[in-house]
Every structure is written in C-alpha cells, then in structure tokens.
DNA sequence: GTACTTTTACTCGGATACCGTCTGTCCGAGTAATTATGG
DNA sequence: CCATAATTACTCGGACAGACGGTATCCGAGTAAAAGTAC
C-alpha cells in the first residue's frame, strides 16, 4: 500500500513516554508494548532498532528496561523514521530511462529525490520536546510511567 | 520496503512516450510495454488506471491503443502519482495516540501531514511537459514512436 | 460494387499464483538483581 | 554474617508462520477495423 509502517508511528509514542521517565529510571519492554497496543515481542525488534540507532539505551538483567539516550531536545522525528524505515528513498528508480535514453541522471529521479528532501525537512524540523511540549504530562500517561517505572 | 510502486516510473515513462505522438494517433500497449519493459499483461493495468483517471484515452478494436487526453503542459506528475499510487497518505495515524490521549487531532498527524504536503507540491510543480522539455525528441525514443504508432 | 459475414488485433476485467515485506509468535541464550543456601 | 549458588526478570537474536500488497500470467468478453464472401 505504499505506506509508513505503523511500527513507526508506535516507536515515536514509546519515545515519548521515555522522555517523561525521571532519570536513572527504565521501562520494561513489556510495559511499553503493552501500553502502545503492540505485540510485545515484535515491538522490543523495534526497540532494538531504536537503540541500535542510539536513540535508546537498553539496560538488560533484572530491573532491566529501556530510557532515552539523548535529550529529548535531540531526538527528531526524522531520526525515528531513519530508525525505523531505514535509510533507504521512498523513490528508487529502477533504471527504466536509463535504459532507453543515456540522460545520465534521470529528470524524474532529480524530482522525486528534491520532493523527498522537502518531505525530510519537515520531519527534521521538530524533535519529540517540540512535538510534545503542549502534551499535558499530568494525564494518564504520566500516570503509567509512575506505576511502571523501575528504580 | 515502504517505496513507491515501479509501476510509477513507468507510468510517467509511458506518458512521456505518448507526449511524442502526432495528433489522433495512438501506441498499443503491447508496444508500450515491451520498450518500458514491463509485463505486458499487467502494465495494461497500470494504462487503465491511468485512462480512469482521464489522463490518457483508450481506444478499443482494432488499431486501437493508448494517446494522451490532456495536454502535457497539463498533466502534473502527481497526477500520475494519484492514478498509480491511489489516494491514501503515505502516513496513516493507527491510532496509538488517541487511544491514550483524548488529544485530537494528534500532533503526529499534523507534522506527518505536513510533510506530506511539501512532498506533493514538489510532485505538483512539474509536468510532462516541463519535466522532458529538454529531452531530444530526435533520439531513438521519437523513432520508436515513429515506427509503433497506429493511424 | 455493395451488403453481409468472418477474421484479426486491439482494450477490458476477473481469477489466480508468486514473492517479498510487515507483523506476530516461539524459543534459547545472555545479563544482572534478588533470593536462597551453607559455613 | 558472609560467600556462593540458584532463581527471577529482564534484553538479545535467530527461526519461522501468517497476512497482505505488488507483480505477473492466463482466460474470456467486448470493440472496431480489415479481409473475405455472396449476389
């Protein structure tokens, strides 16, 4: 369907409740997973994605959890999609002008790769403080990271 | 792998080899697929979707095929984009955050919206038209035409 | 030569199959805090 | 009380199954031009 994964848009809550966790304190994958609505073992695969991105840090053993690895300050949304998604284009071209006329590079490829620039910028341009400064932290959701938090 | 269909690039390919034929001539699809390289059968699929849409005619019967149905000053590349691709957004909300916060509508929605709309401008600036005005039409790309259209 | 029929070469649309990706599930291994045990 | 062992609750990482979309292929139906046929 030429979509974003959802895995995207439940890492970028995940982070968000780690920004609330006060410091030295984690959150059990579980907890998170089960939080979001997500299967709980493909969402830590997600996690790790996050951290192998050193946008979280995992901490394993007993009392073991997730926490953010920067400020929230800098963490932008791009970075999460980039974790995510991976690095590669949503346009790739398979070569189909190419392959008739030697116009080296492709016209539409310079467009789609300008157009996907554009679409990156905005995702650069707010970060998980900026996204959700306004997000009331006294509601629920602080709630759970209070009940679900460890040391 | 969250990327646009190749199907797109090679419905702009097509629309690019139309934009070469002489008034109420027409090129059969076969002819079409076969220098894009596409599956015949399924690339006629994709010319339907485009005829749907009005951006290109389809004439049945014998000596029939495919011809432009717009000028190609007036056909943007996101029109072949919507023909292809569909209508839906490339980021659709799954809900996770309204499901904990009663927040409408989710900041995540608006940036991904957002960006999404810088995307599309990108793709609504150009045209065939404009994107290929600096094509040679004397390459071997105008000979093919030359020697496949119909009437 | 004209009227009619047949053939031909297209488009149209459905049914189906293959394959890769996303999601979900299971299992074993590693790690560290807690608890239990033995002196 | 202290050192060591066992338990517990996590993360880590691979293997695998199911669902779904994009691509590919096949087949029958519709359409219109061309070719053939009858008078």
Redesign the interface.
């Known amino acids: 369907?030429?979509?974003?994964?959802?895995g995207?848009?439940?890492s970028?809550?995940a982070i968000c409740l780690l920004s609330m966790l006060p410091e030295k304190a984690v959150l059990p994958g579980e907890a998170l997973s089960n939080?979001?609505?997500a299967s709980p073992t493909y969402f830590q695969k997600l996690l790790r994605k996050l951290a192998d991105n050193d946008l979280i840090a995992s901490v394993p053993g007993k009392k073991g959890g997730f926490k953010l690895n920067k400020k929230p300050s800098k963490i932008r949304?791009y970075d999460i999609f980039l974790a995510i998604?991976g690095m590669?284009?949503?346009?790739?071209?398979?070569g189909?002008?190419n392959?008739?006329?030697d116009?080296e590079p492709c016209?539409?490829s310079d467009?789609?790769g300008?157009?996907?620039s554009?679409?990156?910028?905005?995702?650069k341009s707010?970060t998980i403080e900026s996204?959700?400064k306004?997000?009331?932290k006294e509601?629920?959701?602080q709630q759970f990271v209070n009940e679900n938090m460890v040391v």
């Open positions: 369907m030429m979509q974003i994964k959802t995207f848009e439940q970028v809550y939080q979001i609505g949304i998604e590669q284009t949503l346009y790739f071209s398979n189909v002008f392959h008739m006329t116009h016209v539409l467009l789609m300008k157009a996907e554009s679409w990156k910028d905005v995702l707010e996204l959700f306004d997000l009331d509601t629920n959701l």
